[in-house]
């Protein structure tokens, strides 16, 4: 208890110390030297056999306020580094191209109506960017694309409209692979990241969908935060609050690797690898849920899991990620997640 003291109290002294309020350009070295955290790119996104994801770097930059200047510049593969600004109202889906980065400006970008496809691409970042309300499909969809960094974004729609009438938050699928997903704040949604999407593309999925999740808050949500089949993921110092029915699934022969993560409120469950789709996710062939194949789940360093279940049918090999990160105190890794995650911390 004193450890926590004096540790949340340095993080909340220096919060205070900036006399005009909060300056969110103390956030980056205050992360690093109290929360022990990366804010530059780490994980798989980083560390890789293709190499680091630089998206646009060195290309044009570009400032947009309209998605028709959105899809200009996002289309193609020319590096581009495009900066949005404000409220972008989608017509359609936005298919990005390689060598893309999308980082919003301040508080302000905001995509409504039609989310972010990253297909068959390689090298794309998406920072500080926020995504709500995308009716029937998911705000982001990464698929058959490597080398993707998704950052300091914020996810919302509503979960008292169930499972299915707003799809994932970030879903992650068709073997994609070297992926790192950081500091995003998802709230009010149901169905969060699903990593490969159906049990049918064993075969193509098999031996990717590397992904790391780390420092990323979630609070009040349903399901998938992730659900992973078929690949490995590194989940290490998120925050989960009110993640109502099952936070981490790890299933059809799935690889997790889960360390410093912390459950508080009402979570049932905060990992599972027992194969069942439970009849609260969105199972597609029986009410009782959908019977798959369990998957594997390996522990690393401590997780806090609050009042939530822990459901470990099969221990795994994926022990080392490979990579070097940094690991938040687990005592900090609640007050860290609330406050550096989301938009407006870049
Ligand atoms: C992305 O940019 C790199 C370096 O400019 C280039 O070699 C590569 O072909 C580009 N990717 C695509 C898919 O065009
Ligand atoms: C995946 O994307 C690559 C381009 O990066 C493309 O050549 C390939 O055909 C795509 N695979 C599928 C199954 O669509
Ligand atoms: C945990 O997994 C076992 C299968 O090994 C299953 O029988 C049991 O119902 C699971 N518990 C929960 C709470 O889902
Ligand atoms: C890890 O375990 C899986 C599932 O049992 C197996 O298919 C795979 O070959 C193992 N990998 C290594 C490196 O031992």
Redesign the pocket.
């Known amino acids: 208890m004193l450890l926590k003291n004096i540790l949340v109290c340095q993080l909340a002294s220096l919060v205070v110390a900036t006399p005009l309020g909060f300056d969110s350009s103390t956030l980056p070295s205050l992360v690093a030297k109290i929360g022990h955290a990366s804010w530059d790119i780490e994980g798989f996104a980083k560390d890789n056999p293709i190499g680091v994801t630089t998206g646009g770097a060195g290309g044009k930059k570009v400032t947009v306020t309209s998605a028709e200047d959105l899809v200009a510049a996002a289309t193609g593969?020319e590096?581009a580094i495009i900066y949005i600004k404000g409220d972008i109202t989608l017509p359609e889906r936005l298919f990005i191209g390689?060598?893309k980065s999308l980082i919003g400006v301040g508080k302000t970008a905001h995509i409504h109506q039609n989310g972010l496809t990253v297909r068959h691409?390689?090298?794309v970042i998406i920072r500080n960017v926020k995504i709500s309300r995308i009716e029937d499909n998911d705000g982001i969809t990464l698929q058959n694309s490597t080398r993707v960094w998704v950052d300091h974004n914020e996810f919302e729609s509503d979960i008292s409209t169930g499972p299915d009438f707003y799809d994932g938050a970030l879903d992650i699928i068709r073997a994609s692979d070297w992926i790192t997903v950081s500091w995003n704040y998802f709230h009010n949604h149901y169905k969060n990241n699903l990593i490969g999407n159906d049990d049918t593309f064993r075969d193509i999925d098999s031996g990717h969908l590397h992904v790391t999740f780390h420092h990323n808050r979630y609070e009040n949500c349903g399901t998938r935060g992730p659900a992973g089949r078929f690949g490995h993921q590194h989940v290490y110092n998120n925050y989960y609050e009110d993640f109502h029915y099952q936070a981490l699934h790890s299933r059809s022969d799935n690889q997790m690797l889960v360390e410093g993560n912390v459950f508080r409120g009402d979570t049932r469950e905060a990992l599972s690898t027992y194969g069942l789709v439970i009849p609260e996710d969105s199972p597609n062939t029986c009410v009782c849920g959908d019977e798959e194949l369990d998957g594997f789940a390996n522990l690393g360093a401590r997780n806090d899991w609050g009042p939530a279940g822990v459901n470990i049918t099969q221990v795994g090999n994926f022990t080392d990620a490979g990579y070097k990160y940094k690991l938040t105190p687990l005592l900090l890794v609640k007050p860290v997640a609330k406050l550096a995650a989301g938009v407006g911390k870049i």
Request: net charge negative; hydrophobic share 15%; charged share 15%.
């Open positions: 593969h590096p390689s060598n691409v390689d090298n």
